[in-house]
T-cell receptor, first 117, second 109 residues
């Protein structure tokens, strides 16, 4: 089945530094990938929709300059948390669906646990 | 507005059956998903319904009634490993997923 790889799984960084998270679709092409954030005991919150070759679409309230998204190829999207602060500590999850299949289920990466000290 | 409702928490006994309900209100509808999420992990896909009726996959079944805006996930022969959160998500007319807050299922021996 479709596999989405997300790296790193865990990262601890100091306040003020930047962190890059990679999301790769391993055996399928994904024109669109999605980035979610999840706080403990809460559901997924969509941050942005990443479109290959174009600018990402951010959800209301998500800072574009803080969460930089690059979808350079059909199999790779990256999320960079710039100038991270402790309140950015969260579980970040990417997902992708099969290109051209609008009701295809999302396949999720394993998530990245970010801790900012 | 768009909304997904599901119970916050449910408790069931190992070996029993449990039904997790989900009601939705969306702008248009293109199907409903159920995902399982264990604590600290990403969600995994369980089922997708777009037509009315029951879809069975082993111990898990999912039901949809489009006229009622209602779905349920049925888990049979419960095992301890089924303890997880179960997320209901509806696909709206723009093929955007609207997520429920999840139902935490606790399985007791």
């Amino acid at each position: 089945g479709a596999v989405v790889s997300q790296h790193p799984s865990r990262v601890i960084c100091k306040s003020g530094t930047s962190v890059k998270i990679e999301c790769r679709s391993l055996d399928f092409q994904a024109t669109t990938m999605f980035w979610y954030r999840q706080f403990p005991k809460q559901s997924l919150m969509l941050m942005a929709t990443s479109n290959e070759g174009s600018k990402a679409t951010y959800e209301q309230g998500v800072e574009k300059d803080k969460f930089l998204i690059n979808h350079a190829s059909l199999t790779l999207s990256t999320l960079t948390v710039t100038s991270a602060h402790p309140e950015d500590s969260s579980f970040y999850i990417c997902s992708a669906s099969l290109t051209g299949v609008e009701n295809s289920p999302l396949h999720f990466g394993n998530g990245t646990r970010l801790t900012v000290t | 507005g768009q909304n997904i409702d599901q119970p916050t928490e449910m408790t069931a006994t190992e070996g029993a059956i449990v039904q997790i309900n989900c009601t939705y209100q969306t702008s248009g509808f293109n199907g409903l998903f159920w995902y399982q999420q264990h604590a600290g992990e990403a969600p995994t896909f369980l089922s997708y319904n777009v037509l009315d009726g029951l879809e069975e996959k082993g111990r898990f079944s999912s039901f949809l009634s489009r006229s009622k805006g209602y779905s349920y996930l049925l888990l049979k022969e419960l095992q301890m490993k089924d303890s997880a959160s179960y997320l209901c998500a509806a696909l709206d007319s723009n093929y955007q997923l609207i997520w429920g807050a999840g139902t935490k299922l606790i399985i007791k021996p």
